[in-house]
């Protein structure tokens, strides 16, 4: 009976290095470690997906070899997490996690801290590009007139000058991912009613109460592994150390550490 498709799954989130894990790869892929590094970020921790079993065996073996532990398992053990809810108002009871209000789909509800199973934070950092059209400015104005007096001659018209402007969104976000039942709640930093959820604890800085925030959901729930951007709250990092490029790629991380969860296979 043959066996079925299986993946590598890295098991020590905190030691998670892309370029190491391209390296390893590249000695199976005709393609340089460099053009494999983009779709390694992407994936973190799932690598190889979806292999033959002997495969993911194998490079699970040379990867745990070069230092990151790893371990093959079928493809049927991975599961996407639930669909996020944002929540805009919460209060942390005793044993649980209490959605007080949010967007629709936020309906009020108890989320038992022994069930949450992975703790994500940090900021989505996305950046765009727009096309300015500027004119003469009011001194190349002034001295165009005073040409046009001296002369009595209409000068023609400057023309306009393009320029390209980027600017960076950052969304501070938190999402705690539960099961028994499968619920993913997402903090929008921007959104969040403070007060209830940490009390006098809170302050008047957005980022303070941010990462208050965060340190408190850690410590109800300890057991809950914790995303790169939490690491990094909790360690009290530059907030540049937080950055995920979108959504996806939270949500990546997380089904990482969901499979990692299932099977009880994280190291620290």
Do not use: C
Not at 12 to 41: I, K, T, Y
Not at 118 to 123: D, E, I, K, R, T
Not at 139 to 155: D, F, I, N
Not at 222 to 249: C, H, I, N, Q, T
């Amino acid at each position: 009976m043959s066996r079925p498709p299986h993946a590598v799954v890295l098991r020590v989130p905190a030691s998670f290095d892309a370029r190491l894990v391209a390296a390893v790869l590249a000695g199976h892929s005709p393609l340089p470690a460099e053009s494999l590094l983009p779709v390694v970020r992407r994936s973190w921790g799932i690598v190889a997906e979806p292999s033959s079993a002997e495969d993911a065996e194998t490079l699970a073996a040379e990867l745990t070899a070069a230092g990151l532990s790893a371990v093959a398992i079928p493809v049927t053990l991975l599961e996407e997490p639930p669909a996020a809810i944002v929540v805009t108002k919460a209060d942390l009871a005793g044993d649980g996690f209490d959605v007080l209000a949010g967007r629709p789909g936020a309906e009020r509800a108890r989320l038992v801290w022994t069930h949450l199973k992975v703790l994500s934070a940090g900021a989505v950092s996305q950046t765009s590009r727009t096309t300015v059209t500027e004119g003469p400015s009011a001194g190349e104005k002034a001295v165009r007139l005073g040409a046009t007096l001296v002369t009595g001659l209409p000068l023609m018209g400057a023309k306009s000058k393009t320029r390209q402007v980027s600017e960076e969104r950052r969304t501070p976000f938190i999402e705690l991912v539960f099961a028994s039942p499968a619920r993913r709640v997402r903090i929008l930093a921007a959104e969040f009613d403070y007060g209830g959820a940490l009390g006098v604890k809170m302050s008047y800085s957005a980022e303070l109460n941010f990462r208050a925030l965060v340190a408190e959901l850690a410590s109800r729930a300890p057991r809950a592994l914790r995303g790169k951007g939490a690491r990094a709250v909790l360690a009290k990092a530059p907030s540049g150390e937080l950055s995920y490029e979108s959504f996806e790629d939270v949500q990546a991380e997380e089904r990482w550490l969901l499979a990692l969860d299932a099977l009880g296979a994280a190291q620290p």
